[in-house]
């Protein structure tokens, strides 16, 4: 079935780079997303990739994407104190009917 | 910028009560999703919804919940006999026609059930 695997936790001190890791089953994903929840907020869409991509860069966000292995990751250049949250990585499912599949969100702790 | 709201914020019913979860899509958005998140768990799919029909439930949805768009503006999820295990936070989400697998997602209505 479709599922979708992240590590629990990270921690960086501020100024260093993040990566964020996921892993996931359906080789067939068109979309592979990640997105932030900051504490008692809603999950605010950060940047996503199509599966015919190996690397998306967004200013500090570089996502690169490895479809053998199926394997995402986020890398946070130069990471704040701001950036600690939650980030979940999400794929489409193949239904094609809007469905996505969470992963269980990697807490980013940032300390000064 | 355009967003997805929700209300209420926080909703408290006893167990085997009604409740009905209200969300606001952003304006000219075509799909509809209504997802959970049990405290601790991944959030969950649980209704897709296009064009005033559902276009995928999971096994999640069953016969206690429903959605509905009931005008041009309002997208509700209702539960019509809550159990202790509804208690969640549900998320509505949309998305745009012609970008349609962007998926923005409201703040949250935290259900708790007593």
């Known amino acids: 079935g479709e599922d979708v695997e992240q590590s629990l936790f990270l921690s960086v001190r501020e100024g260093d780079s993040s990566v964020i890791n996921c892993t996931y089953t359906?080789?067939?994903?068109?979309?592979l997303y990640w997105y932030k929840q900051e504490p008692g907020a809603g999950l605010q869409l950060l940047t996503y990739?199509?599966?015919?991509?190996d690397m998306k860069q967004d200013q500090r966000l570089t996502v690169l994407l490895n479809k053998k292995d199926k394997h995402l990751s986020l890398r946070i250049a130069d990471t704040q104190t701001g950036d600690s949250a939650i980030y979940f990585c999400?794929?489409?499912?193949?239904?094609?009917?809007?469905?996505?599949?969470f992963g269980q969100g990697t807490t980013l702790q940032v300390k000064p | 910028e355009p967003e997805v709201t929700q209300t209420p914020s926080h909703q408290v019913t006893q167990m085997g009560q009604e409740v009905i979860l209200r969300c606001v899509p952003i304006?000219?958005?075509?799909?509809f999703y209504w997802y959970r998140q049990i405290l601790g768990q991944k959030v969950e799919f649980l209704v897709s919804?296009?064009?005033?029909?559902?276009?995928?439930k999971s096994e999640i949805f069953d016969d206690q919940f429903s959605v509905e768009r009931p005008d041009g503006s309002n997208f509700t999820l209702k539960i019509r006999s809550t159990k202790l295990e509804d208690s969640a936070m549900y998320f509505c989400?949309?998305?745009?026609?012609?970008?349609?697998?962007?998926?923005?997602f409201g703040p949250g209505t935290r259900l708790t059930v007593t």
């Open positions: 359906d080789s067939s994903s068109t979309y």
């Open positions: 989400a949309s998305s745009p026609d012609r970008v349609f697998y962007e998926q923005y």
């Open positions: 304006s000219n958005h075509l799909y």
């Open positions: 919804f296009y064009n005033n029909e559902i276009s995928e």
């Open positions: 990739i199509f599966s015919n991509m």
């Open positions: 999400a794929q489409y499912g193949s239904s094609n009917t809007g469905k996505l599949i």
